[in-house]
């Protein structure tokens, strides 16, 4: 492994599922999603290094999201398996999901609640004692830097600042693997760079791992240690963003690359209806 690629050099078809296991802290093998006729997840083999961000990239309806689902154990695999944080998404579940944090494409706060009180529930929910709730809400608040709106009703907040209460939400137990679908879509400019600030803080100050999922070429350039284009159910390609890149040539950039090897665009490559719930979620963060 090299300190520029969290991804192992040796191809990913010589690596024997436990290798991979090794040091990855997400493996999947030959993981499949079929709904009825479509195969929305297509036989993925691939690994995560812990400490690491990466990001799947593609189009709506790619597959992104239904994976995701499926690596945090709200979804069950047609066929295949997974390991995550150590443990199998078929066998182990529930210590699956004792050990991730989760923050889905679509709004979870409460806006009837304080940030506070939606961070409370969230402490309850995932087992905190009453001892650490309060230290771990306000330190959760601090980090997320939303300690002076904490108190406030959250339908009151901007759209990045509840992307940051979920994200706290989700990092509460302090698991060491965080799934992020599509965490800033509909942010303006400034709140989208609050977000990914947020994102690399957990990386450098608490070692999480993050999975994230995004159709935006800027957001995985800027973020990622590591990323994988999806089209159709499958991977196209996996790499460090600048190896990507240079590998086009010294002009190409993540579009370029995701055209190479899908022949189409990711604004050009989604279905309707995924383009529909996006919009949805933009509009609700607005």
Request: proline share 4%; net charge negative.
């Amino acid at each position: 492994m090299t300190e520029s690629n969290p991804i192992s050099q040796i191809p990913q078809s010589t690596r024997t599922y436990d290798e991979r296991l090794e040091s990855g802290v997400i493996a999947t093998r030959k993981l499949t999603r079929r709904f009825d006729g479509l195969v929305a997840v297509n036989d993925l083999t691939f690994s995560i290094d812990a400490g690491t961000i990466f990001g799947l990239l593609g189009p709506n309806g790619a597959g992104k999201s239904t994976l995701i689902k499926m690596l945090t154990t709200l979804l069950p695999p047609s066929s295949g398996t997974a390991i995550v944080a150590g443990f199998d998404i078929l066998s182990q579940p529930r210590e699956v999901r004792r050990h991730i944090g989760y923050v889905s494409q679509m709004l979870s706060a409460d806006g009837e609640l304080t940030g506070y009180e939606n961070l409370l529930i969230s402490a309850k929910l995932y087992g905190l004692s009453r001892s650490d709730r309060a230290e771990r809400i306000s330190q959760a608040l601090e980090f997320m830097q939303l300690q002076e709106a904490g108190h406030k009703l959250v339908k009151r907040y901007s759209g990045g600042m509840i992307r940051r209460l979920e994200i706290a939400q989700s990092m509460l137990h302090r698991p060491p693997v965080l799934f992020l679908d599509e965490p800033t879509v509909g942010l303006d400019p400034a709140a989208k760079h609050s977000v990914w600030q947020r994102i690399l803080d957990l990386k450098k100050e608490l070692g999480t791992s993050v999975l994230m999922t995004t159709h935006d070429m800027e957001e995985a350039d800027h973020l990622c240690d590591a990323i994988a284009f999806m089209h159709e159910g499958k991977l196209l390609a996996t790499g460090s963003p600048a190896e990507l890149k240079t590998a086009l040539g010294p002009s190409a950039n993540l579009d370029d690359v995701f055209i190479h090897y899908a022949g189409t665009s990711i604004a050009e490559g989604g279905t309707l209806r995924d383009v529909a719930q996006t919009r949805h979620t933009a509009q609700r963060l607005e």
